[in-house]
């Protein structure tokens, strides 16, 4: 257990060595979101800013940066590892790789939280919105994550196996944007779209977090409206699938013998 | 499970599956015992199945059958305490992260083994300096040379201060001085560190100078696993060195054909192996029946490079004729 623990801090460990590395990388994401974003919002207004809207909408984009992130660094990160042969290293670790990257999620978030406070404080201070800041919401965006690390699972077994992922996780974070209710409302949705949205993993994270900060609702309400149990078991049952999947396309790849190839 | 040998393979099968229904077979019942201490030379030509065999040690590919294992632990049944044993160094990929300086990737790997504190930055500076990378331990690796990189690499797989160490093809793309750095580094290993050492590589004079035992696989198959100097003593009887006046007449050539002809200024040198005395005087008949004329007939000292080709040579021969 203690190999475990110390084996999961030093990978966070490197995660926040490596993006410090990279700082510029960060800072040019980080641009180019906040411009997307703004663009975005204009749309949404038909050439104006509507802040009801936008502040809604920010709050989606803010959570979906999130979750892009976080799965973006299980597609490409976890390439960059195989191409590097330095997730062959990993897998030579006596914790379970399983663990490890949750260990780089958890990096990633450390790393999203400072990108998504920044680039939330100046888009608020740029669009003149406000919105209040409650602690109470940061238990739903932890839940929310765990559903997205079991999506982010997924990815990363898939690409174990099958390597040339990176487009299909694009495809799937950009529609994540738009299928989860950041810009557009679920219930405006189609009736078969709504049965896909809802079963992604940052829709429901979506919907508690605008209650507990927009309506200022109680994580107590929203577990008494059953948000909150559906984002719960949304989570619970992308964690599990998540994870039953990672472990089976590492035991096909080390079947293989393509464990390290690309 | 209490082992005098540091890794024991028994019976280990590898099939890859194609999707087409078909398969190759990589490795072929191999069994193999490496005892404690010794640095062991796993040499093999292109594709003989030497790294899917490292990569089955490291728990990277999984046998179709067999077993392995590193200091009496499977490696699939205890894979965490298997794991423990191992320092590895791939072939052909980086294995560090280049966006890490030295000392953060020491920190890095020395806690994906479960090393912390105050013993780990020890064994860290110690490795750094006996690598004479200290002076450089802030510096980003990809700032570092090849051999400066395949130095931390190897410092990577050593922080935990395993038993076996695991070196795939470790001197692959360096220049001549990094290539000997690395090399004294895994004699010193074995002498110093008492590491049991695992080498593979395509040098097959540096096998020679290190290595204690050498095993040479061939088309998944181990064709020979002695102590060097018993290989070496093999061939030993039985290399000669022939030169012969002159150049080789016209169609001469044929006649040697067993034998690697040297044309040399003012002689011709045959040179290989003749595996008995009734051989040799056969040979001597045929430069006689040349009117060729003999100038000397050496008994030389063999290297492993000419062993190894035999060896291939007289395994890829036997395969083919059981196959047809």
Not at chain 2, 91 to 117: F, M, P, Q, V
Not at chain 2, 141 to 153: D, E, L, N, P, T
Not at chain 2, 195 to 218: F, G
Request: net charge positive.
């Amino acid at each position: 257990m203690k190999t475990i623990l110390i084996a999961f801090i030093g990978e966070v460990r490197k995660g926040l060595l490596i993006n410090w590395t990279y700082k510029a990388n960060l800072l040019i994401s980080l641009l180019t979101l906040g411009f997307i974003f703004i663009g975005i919002a204009f749309f949404m207004g038909g050439g104006k800013m509507e802040s009801e809207k936008v502040t809604s909408a920010l709050l989606g984009y803010l959570i979906w940066m999130y979750a892009a992130l976080a799965v973006n660094d299980l597609s490409y990160g976890l390439r960059g590892e195989i191409n590097a042969g330095t997730l062959e290293q990993l897998e030579m670790s006596p914790a379970p790789v399983g663990w490890l990257l949750i260990a780089r999620v958890t990096a990633n978030l450390i790393i999203s939280s400072v990108q998504i406070t920044v680039l939330g404080i100046v888009m608020l201070l740029l669009l003149g919105i406000r919105f209040p800041l409650r602690l109470e919401a940061l238990p739903a965006l932890l839940l929310t994550m765990v559903g997205v690390l079991g999506f982010g699972f997924i990815i990363a077994g898939a690409m174990l196996v099958l390597k040339q992922v990176e487009s299909f996780s694009n495809l799937l974070i950009n529609a994540l944007a738009f299928m989860n209710g950041t810009f557009l409302p679920v219930s405006a949705m189609p009736d078969w779209l709504v049965v896909i949205s809802k079963s992604l993993p940052s829709t429901q994270g979506i919907v508690v977090i605008r209650k507990i900060v927009m309506e200022g609702k109680s994580l107590i309400t929203t577990w008494q409206d059953g948000s909150l149990i559906s984002l719960t078991l949304n989570s619970a049952i992308y964690l599990m699938i998540g994870w039953i999947i990672f472990t089976a396309c590492e035991r096909v790849a080390k079947n293989r013998g393509t464990l390290g190839q690309y | 499970m209490k082992s005098s040998h540091a890794i024991e393979i028994n019976g280990l099968n590898k099939f890859y599956y194609h999707k087409k229904g078909t398969s190759i077979q990589a490795v072929k019942g191999l069994s193999l015992s490496v005892p404690t201490g010794q640095i062991y030379g796993f040499l093999g030509p292109n594709g003989a199945g030497k790294t899917t065999t490292i990569k089955m040690i490291c728990g990277l590919v999984r046998p179709t059958s067999g077993t392995v294992f590193v200091n009496g632990h499977n490696v699939w049944l205890k894979r965490s305490t298997a794991m423990q044993q191992i320092g590895a160094v791939l072939e052909g990929t980086r294995n560090i992260h280049w966006a890490l300086s030295a000392w953060d990737n020491l920190i890095y790997y020395g806690h994906l083994k479960g090393l912390w504190g105050k013993r780990l930055a020890i064994r860290a500076e110690q490795l750094l300096m006996e690598m004479e990378l200290w002076d450089r331990r802030k510096d980003l690796v990809r700032a570092f040379s090849r051999g400066m990189q395949q130095k931390v690499a190897v410092a990577c797989a050593l922080i935990a201060d395993p038993p076996v160490i695991l070196l795939d093809e470790p001197t692959l793309g360096l220049d001549v001085l990094a290539a000997r750095t690395v090399k004294n580094l895994v004699v010193r290993l074995a002498k110093e560190h008492r590491k049991t050492v695992i080498l593979t590589t395509h040098q097959l004079d540096m096998a020679q100078s290190v290595c204690d035992r050498v095993a040479i696989i061939n088309k998944g198959q181990i064709i020979t696993d002695k102590p060097i100097e018993e290989l070496l003593d093999l061939f030993r009887k039985r290399h000669y060195q022939i030169k012969i006046e002159g150049n080789l007449p016209d169609g001469a050539d044929s006649a040697f054909k067993d034998l690697t002809v040297e044309q040399k200024e003012g002689f011709t040198q045959l040179s290989g192996t003749i595996p008995d005395q009734v051989s040799l005087y056969d040979t001597l008949e045929r430069i006689r029946s040349h009117n060729l004329i003999l100038i000397a007939v050496n008994r030389t000292e063999p290297n492993l490079e000419e062993i190894f080709i035999h060896l291939v040579d007289s395994s890829s021969t036997q395969t083919k004729q059981g196959d047809s």
